[in-house]
C-alpha cells in the first residue's frame, strides 16, 4: 500500500530509531545522508546528537514530552498497529536512499524485525547500519570493486541461492536457507561479480558503506 510522504527530498535521509545509536554509524551515515528524519522515541535519540528531525513517524506511543513539544510541527501520528515504526517510516519516505541508525539493538526482536523489513524492501533503497556494519536487501546482480580481504556475509531470508565471482569460499550449489545453511564471513578475493535468486542480506563493513549505498541504489 502507498503513503502520502511525510518526507520527500532529492538527498538521501538518515533514519533514527530508538535503539542503540552508535556514534560511528551515525556520522558516516550524516556523511552521506544529510537529512534526518526519526522513527518515534528516535526523535528523542536525534536530539541528544544534537540533530532536529525533518520529520518525526510512528505510533509516537514511546515518544518524550520534551521531543513532543519541540518537534510538534514535523510530528506524523500513525497509529495502526500492523507495523514497526521502522516500517511506517520508511513507507511515508520518498527519497533515493535511507541509511538507518538506531534499529538494531539492544532488543533482538526490534533488530529481526528490521532485517524483515529490508527483505521486504519497504520504501527507497534503506542501508542498515551498525558500528560493525552495513546491511541492505542483496540485488538480484551486484558488481562491485572492494579490497582483497574485505568481510562479506550472505544472509538468506527465504530459499535462496547465489554464484560468484571474486569471494574466496565457493557459493554455488548451495541452497541457503534460514534455517539451512547461510553465508556469514566470506571473503572477497577479486572483482565481485555476484547473483542471487531469493532473499538474501548483503552484510559488508561500515568502512565499505559508499559500496553499499551504490549497490543498494543500483538495485
Do not use: Y
Not at 556475509?153 to 569471494?167: I, N, T, V, W
Amino acid at each position: 500500500m502507498s503513503h502520502a510522504p511525510a518526507l520527500s527530498v532529492a538527498e538521501g535521509v538518515t533514519l533514527i530509531g530508538g535503539g542503540e545509536v552508535g556514534r560511528q554509524a551515525l556520522a558516516a551515515a550524516l556523511a552521506l545522508a544529510p537529512v534526518v528524519a526519526a522513527a518515534d522515541s528516535g526523535a528523542d535519540a536525534a536530539l541528544a546528537h544534537g540533530l532536529v528531525p525533518r520529520a518525526v513517524i510512528g505510533d509516537l506511543d514511546s515518544l518524550s514530552d520534551d521531543a513532543r513539544a519541540r518537534l510538534a510541527p514535523v510530528l506524523h501520528h500513525v497509529p495502526e498497529q500492523d507495523t514497526t515504526d521502522f516500517e511506517k517510516a520508511l513507507a511515508r519516505i520518498a527519497a533515493p536512499f535511507v541509511l538507518a541508525v538506531g534499529f538494531a539493538g539492544p532488543r533482538l526482536d526490534h533488530a529481526l524485525a528490521a532485517l524483515n523489513i529490508l527483505a521486504r524492501r519497504v520504501g527507497p533503497p534503506t542501508i542498515l547500519l551498525t558500528e560493525a556494519d552495513a546491511v541492505l536487501a542483496c540485488p538480484a546482480r551486484v558488481t562491485a570493486d572492494l579490497p582483497t580481504g574485505t568481510r562479506l556475509s550472505l544472509f538468506p531470508m527465504g530459499p535462496a541461492r547465489a554464484e560468484a565471482q571474486g569471494l574466496r569460499w565457493p557459493v554455488e550449489g548451495i541452497g541457503f536457507a534460514p534455517g539451512g545453511r547461510i553465508g556469514t564471513s566470506n571473503e572477497v578475493s577479486g572483482p565481485l561479480r555476484l547473483s542471487v535468486q531469493g532473499e538474501m542480506l548483503l552484510i559488508l563493513p561500515l568502512s565499505e558503506l559508499e559500496t553499499a549505498r551504490t549497490i543498494a541504489r543500483a538495485a
